[in-house]
């Protein structure tokens, strides 16, 4: 049946920001082509052959008509002013300072390095891998070293890295770990639970010259033995 004038223009007018239509997949014709090449005739029959029944749900998804990509952000925004923006401390460690305007732009406000590069990835991994990577490239360039390295864990992980190395190289028969009770919450906690499966004395000392903690370490360790 041949279109008239009026449909023409109210095609063109149509909404155009439909996330179907920005979708990279196949159209119908490579679709066809697909499924001649194995075999089928529909893309249900397709999943008829290839889906086991027990394990389909058997009825339409109940799903909301699709929207627009205008759509989508303005419900978004309505969910996004609900937030209420507080000063963050997460991680702690943070001190008042003043932050070049250049790094702020550059880096902390830079989504290349908290966005993900692939849909299937969704996390900021790849992108502190690259910030790590530029790190060592900055650090070789200042030292004029062909090498440099800069450690994938966070403070955290590291001591209870550390805290490993140690009793791997001491042995057996030292099984005793001082940690200072000023360090980060999360330090200690990260720490104190890996030390679990390796030492069996672990205790914490009030702030003290080191030469009076490893005397006093050594007592209680001697004492427990």
Known sequence: MPTTAAQDVSALLDATDRFAD?????????VRDM???????????????????????????????????????????????????????????????ETPAVILRN??????????????????????????LNFQQMVSDLTGLPLANASLLDEATAAAEAMAMAKGIAGKKKNTFIIDPGCHPQTIGVTTTRAKSMVNVFFFLPAMPFAIAIASAAAVASSRS
């Open 22 to 30: 920005r979708h990279n997949g196949p159209d119908a014709a490579e």
């Open 107 to 132: 880096l902390f406000e830079n989504p290349g390095w908290y966005t993900q590069y692939t849909p299937y990835q969704a996390e900021l991994s790849q992108g502190r891998l690259e910030a790590l």
């Open 35 to 97: 499924l001649d090449a194995i075999g089928a005739d529909s893309l249900d029959e397709l999943i008829d052959d290839a889906v086991p029944d027990d394990i389909r749900l058997g009825r339409a998804l109940d799903l909301p008509a699709a929207r627009t990509e205008s759509e989508a952000l303005a419900d978004l925004r309505v969910l996004a002013e609900q937030n209420v923006v507080r000063r963050s401390l997460i991680g702690m460690g943070y001190a008042a300072c």
